[in-house]
Nanobody
Framework: QVQLVESGGELVQVGGSLRLSCAAS????????MGWFRQAPGKDREFVAA????????YYTDSVKGRFTISRDNAKNSVSLQMNSLKPEDTAVYYC????????????????????WGQGTQVTVSS
């Protein structure tokens, strides 16, 4: 089993920056890919970004390219999401997730592929 705990969500102004962190514990050696998803009020959860646990390769959804950066620290078993130039439409609960089965692929990570999830952290972008 892998446990994931997110932190860093808060209220921020439009154009501001925020850094989310996700700490992994347990059988972290089994992780292949880590990802961030988000769910806005009244909407389905959507993919945001993913990173290969071994190589550090990354993939982003189009709406956050150039503004968000996903990174990982294998020594600390953590993954981060640096969010810049935040917009009101970035308001959502952000979830960290891990895929321990499939090898890295340069494409969006699907929800069904993630076997571990964090509890979520709220990000609110206020204008």
């Amino acid at each position: 089993q892998v446990q994931l705990v997110e932190s860093g969500g808060e209220l921020v102004q439009v154009g501001g920056s925020l850094r989310l962190s996700c700490a992994a514990s347990g059988r972290t050696f089994s992780i292949r890919t880590m990802g961030w998803f988000r769910q806005a009020p009244g909407k389905d959860r959507e993919f945001v970004a993913a990173i290969s646990w071994s190589s550090g390769s990354t993939y982003y959804t189009d709406s956050v390219k150039g503004r968000f950066t996903i990174s990982r620290d294998n020594a600390k078993n953590s993954v981060s999401l640096q969010m810049n130039s935040l917009k009101p439409e970035d308001t959502a609960v952000y979830y960290c997730a891990a895929d321990s089965v499939r090898s890295w692929s340069m494409r969006p990570l699907a929800e069904y592929e993630c076997d571990y999830w964090g509890q979520g952290t709220q990000v609110t972008v206020s204008s």
